[in-house]
């Protein structure tokens, strides 16, 4: 994490991202990545390196573990594919702009350019949920009763476990 960075500030919005993990790219690490790209590796940092280069890999593994967890029946695949491909988009997004920021030299960032960079993953991570909502609510509304009570549980779940906010 960023020294300058207030974690009293931080923390909330790590807290807010764990859920967002779940369904898309590790956002939960999202202040990690961001101060990453302004700080000279670190252990800490090159786990951020680890989990970025295999992003593909882990967001196929979450889009496999959700849909079985979710019990998604044919009639529903296609708004099943539409919420997969959204986490596919928001981690290709988000990897898209750690490559950029591992690009510039963090010798040469000022505090207003690692606001700005903060803000820019933050921003993301908003449109991001934004496409996935939409794609959620469209598989959850072909749901049955059964499916959502499931699906509000998945949901509940990931909340309440200890680790949920790994990226």
């Known amino acids: ?8 500030l931080v923390l909330p919005l790590t807290r807010s991202l764990a859920f967002a993990a779940l369904l898309s790219a590790p956002l939960a690490a999202l202040p990690m990545m961001a101060a990453h790209a302004q700080t000279a590796p670190t252990p800490k ?5 680890v989990a970025t ?5 882990t967001v196929e593994q979450r889009i496999t573990s959700l849909r079985e967890a979710l019990k998604i029946k044919p009639d529903q695949e296609k708004q099943w594919n539409d919420v997969a491909q959204a986490m596919r988009d928001n981690a290709a997004n988000m990897q898209k702009l ?3 920021k591992h690009k510039e030299a ?4 000022t505090a207003v350019d690692d606001l700005e960079t903060y803000q820019k993953f933050a921003q993301a991570h908003v449109d991001g949920l934004k496409h996935l909502n939409s794609a959620f609510k469209s598989l959850y509304s072909k749901m049955d009763d059964g499916q959502k009570k499931n699906a509000d549980q998945v ?3 990931f909340h309440r476990e200890p680790n949920s906010g790994r990226g």
């Open 45 to 49: 940092t090159a786990a951020v390196d």
């Open 98 to 100: 750690v490559a950029e």
């Open 106 to 109: 963090p010798q040469n960032m």
């Open 1 to 8: 994490m960023h020294p300058t960075r207030p974690t009293a």
């Open 53 to 57: 280069s295999e992003k593909a890999e």
């Open 155 to 157: 949901f509940a779940n």
